[in-house]
Nanobody
Framework: QVQLVESGGGLVQAGDSLGLACAAS?????????VGWFRQAPGEEREFVSA????????YYADSVTGRFTISGDNAKNTVYLKMNSLRPEDTAVYYC????????????????WGQGTQVTVSS
């Protein structure tokens, strides 16, 4: 029953940086084993982007964003962040935050709680 709200999306140019935030309410992120970011472009399936483990802080990234994106968490603020650098037009999508009790971080169906998304548009 956690409520997740994403923020920080916008319109940027290729090569720019953008930071997203996912704030949790109702339940703390500490109750979940994994918190992840997914994205979905129009007409496409939801795609794994990144995840962070609440247990040991391990981070995971899709190959397409490795080296450019950084996921982090702030327990005091009950917020997970996604810092996106060197953005490309193919990064354009709605970005979603999600949480799960399991550890299958790449699997869309493993996540039960989702935010409503924030739009990221990268122009060329």
């Amino acid at each position: 029953q956690v409520q997740l709200v994403e923020s920080g999306g916008g319109l940027v140019q290729a090569g720019d940086s953008l930071g997203l935030a996912c704030a949790a309410s109702g339940r703390p992120f500490s109750l979940y084993a994994m918190v992840g970011w997914f994205r979905q472009a129009p007409g496409e399936e939801r795609e794994f982007v990144s995840a962070i483990s609440n247990g040991d802080g391990s981070t995971y990234y899709a190959d397409s964003v490795t080296g450019r994106f950084t996921i982090s968490g702030d327990n005091a603020k009950n917020t997970v962040y996604l810092k996106m650098n060197s953005l490309r037009p193919e990064d354009t999508a709605v970005y979603y935050c999600a949480a799960q009790f399991g550890r299958d971080y790449r699997e869309y169906n493993s996540y039960d709680s989702w935010g409503q998304g924030t739009q990221v548009t990268v122009s060329s």
